[in-house]
């Protein structure tokens, strides 16, 4: 099974790093690693308990009262998620924004689903600290740890790394920082690491920031909406296949009406 080695972030050494660097897709052939049945229903089982007692009972540490609910992607929000991935037949999942891992579970329950091959998540997150890490605590405690690896730094870096060294995913899931210049720096690399045709998946486009960051991929990168379920809040981008490279010269003006405004 070609996998990256879980670590908790702290930081990665060197050979973990190189690893992470080093995993491609295309290795991690469905031939390689079938699991048992009864693993999968186990682990299965784990991630939807994990999944309901967060929604329920909430994180075993948050940075304060209601932060949860203001910061974590809703339940039926996870489940529109996982459907997305399952849907996609995913094995490489890369997330930006752990926060209190509800996304990072749900996307764990769709991997888990796989019974045909080896999977790989790997996660972003610069401020996981501020939250007690709250995130990999949760995913610690589902058992999650070897298959989630957890890289704690600013996306706009680790991306450009990732897509320097050639790393490939089905699937990216965007919820870290919602500026608008830090979305469409991680959507800019998120273009040159999600394989051709494969998924881009955001939480908050309701936000200006998100909502016009990603509307110049649209416009002028050929992503097209995906349609989802019509209780979600996310959004969903098909990639172009072949990847396409636009070209200065037809650029089109990419805002977004600010339905807030007075007339609009
Ligand atoms: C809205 S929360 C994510 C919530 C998470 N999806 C959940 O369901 O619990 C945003 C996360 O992005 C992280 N973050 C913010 N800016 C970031 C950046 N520039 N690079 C990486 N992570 C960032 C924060 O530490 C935080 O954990």
Do not use: K
Not at 110 to 120: C, E, K, N, P
Request: hydrophobic share 40%; with cysteine; glycine share 8%.
């Amino acid at each position: 099974m070609v996998r990256i080695p879980a670590h908790d972030g702290h930081p990665p050494d060197a050979s973990t790093w190189r690893s992470v660097l080093l995993v491609q897709a295309d290795e991690a052939g469905p031939e390689r690693y079938r699991p048992p049945m009864s693993a999968i229903d186990d682990r299965l089982d784990r991630i939807r308990r994990a999944r309901r007692r967060l929604d329920e009972a909430g994180p075993r540490v948050t940075r304060g009262e209601g932060d949860f609910a203001r910061v974590a992607v809703p339940m039926h929000d996870g489940d529109a998620l996982r459907d997305l991935l399952r849907a996609e037949r995913a094995r490489i999942v890369i997330e930006i924004g752990l926060g209190y891992a509800a996304s990072a579970l749900a996307i764990s329950e769709a991997l888990a689903d796989r019974s045909d091959g080896a999977t790989q998540h790997l996660v972003i997150d610069a401020f996981q600290d501020r939250f007690h890490d709250a995130g990999w605590r949760e995913l610690t405690a589902a058992g999650l740890d070897d298959s989630c690896t957890l890289l704690r730094e600013r996306s706009q870096t680790a991306l450009a790394r990732l897509a320097a060294d050639g790393f490939v995913a089905d699937a990216a899931f965007v919820d870290g920082g919602h500026a608008f210049h830090d979305v469409f720096v991680d959507l800019a690399f998120l273009r040159q690491i999600v394989r051709p045709g494969g998924l881009v998946i955001l939480d908050d486009c309701q936000w200006l920031s998100v909502a016009t960051a990603v509307r110049y991929f649209e416009v002028n990168a050929g992503w097209s909406p995906e349609a989802t379920r019509g209780d979600t809040r996310l959004r969903a981008y098909r990639l172009p296949d072949p990847r396409v490279e636009p070209s200065f010269e037809a650029f089109e003006p990419f805002g977004v009406a600010d339905s807030s405004e007075p007339g609009s």
